[in-house]
Structures are given as C-alpha cells and as structure tokens.
C-alpha cells in the first residue's frame, strides 16, 4: 500500500468537513471580542458567552471526529498489516 | 490475497460529530432570538447577523459531512460482502429459444431415414455422372470422323 493509499483510508473527505468546522469554532469563539459586542472588562453578555459555549462545542466536536476516525482507521491498517505477515509467515515454505 | 479489515466505529465517530456539529449550526441560528439579545421587529445588531450566517453553512455542511461517512460506511460494508450492489435491471429479457423436443426414438428413426436417403441419392448421381462421361466421350469422338471424311473428300 503506498502513502497515498493509507493517507486516503486515514482522511476520508469527511474529515475535511470537519477541519472546516474546527476552524469555524475558533471563529464563533472569538467573533464576539473581533467584533467587539463584548466590550472589555465587562461581565460576558449572553451573547458572548453563547458564541464561546457553541464555539468551544465546534472545536471539541471536530477534533473528536477527526481524530477517532484517524485512531480507528489507523488501527485496522495495522490489523491489516498483521494479518498480512502472519499469511506470508504461514505460506513461506521456510517460516516456521 | 486481499485482506480487509474495518471498524464501523470510526464511520459512527464521523456521523455523531457532523450530527452534533448539525444542532449546534440549528443552535447558532435560533440563539438571538431564544436567548433574547436579538430585540423582536428591531433590526439585526451585527452578533445576530454573524450568528445567521455562521449557523446557516455550518448546519448544511454538517449534513454533506454526514452524507460522506455515511456513504463511506455503506462502501466499506459492499466491500466486506455485508451489502450487496443492487444489480441494474437489463434492457432486454434474455431470449430462450426453444428447441424442439423430440423422443429419442423418433430421432433415431429419422436418421435412418435420413441416411437412406442420402444413400439413395449419392447412387442416383454416381450412375448419372457415369452416364454423363459415356456420352462426352460418344460427342468427343464424332469431329474426328467428320474431319476424316472432309479430308477424303479433298
């Protein structure tokens, strides 16, 4: 399997989406002090503090499911690998 | 030999996160006017107007993001032999043609029949064919004779 192959079974298109959401979540995180609705050193109006709580929820989320894509699917890679040595152990005329 | 292993773990991981990602877009959207920091008939400050157009992308994107691994893990499961591809049904019925039953024993009958007449008929020529040079041979010796006869006239 060549690195093209493996890194298109880690990354699926999905994947992409879900970067795109993390970079989303970092914007509805801080949109509210770029765009300056909170003003500073005030308490967190609702808004605010909605756009950090749902931004912090993009960003979790996001990297949740990237990540444990890439956990599970680099785990069944490795299945494969093993499952492919122990085959070629096994019909080698010299493995034992 | 190829071998295949696979998780649907990490298709579930994919969809619940694009499922979350999808209600909080939907949250991000109602959020001015559940939470009430969007006044009612005022028009949009500029938090409401960035929740909108942040929410609306990320609750659609969300659901291209689902149909991905949704369509991953359907792929995943043809290859394993756990879904079977929906065969295209073809243009045309196949064509069966009939062949004629026929008993065994009228079958031989007709070939002995059959073979007879051949038989017959192969007889029928040879003697023709014979007959035929018999009588070339009568027409091929008649110029000679009457070069002959021309020859003793002069």
Redesign the interface.
Known sequence: MSVRDAMRRLIPPGSYVLFLFFLTGIWVAISPFVMTTQPSGQHWMASTVNNVVIGTILIVVSLFGILGYLVFALRDLLAEAQARQEIAEHTSPSGE | ?R?????L???I??M???L??FL?GG??VL??FA???QPYGASW???TT??FA?GI??AV??L???A??FV?LLGALRAAGILVARQRPQAQAPVVTQVPSVPATQQSDLDRTLSTLAAALAADLTARRQAGSNQLNQVSDQPTDQAVNSRRDA
Do not use: E
Not at chain 2, 3 to 7: A, D, G, V
């Open positions: 030999m071998i295949m292993h696979f998780t773990s990490k298709y991981c994919g619940v996160a694009s979350i990602i909080a949250w991000l959020a001015p939470l009430g920091y400050d500029s938090q960035n929740d942040t992308p990320v994107l969300a291209v993001s689902f991905f691994f991953s």
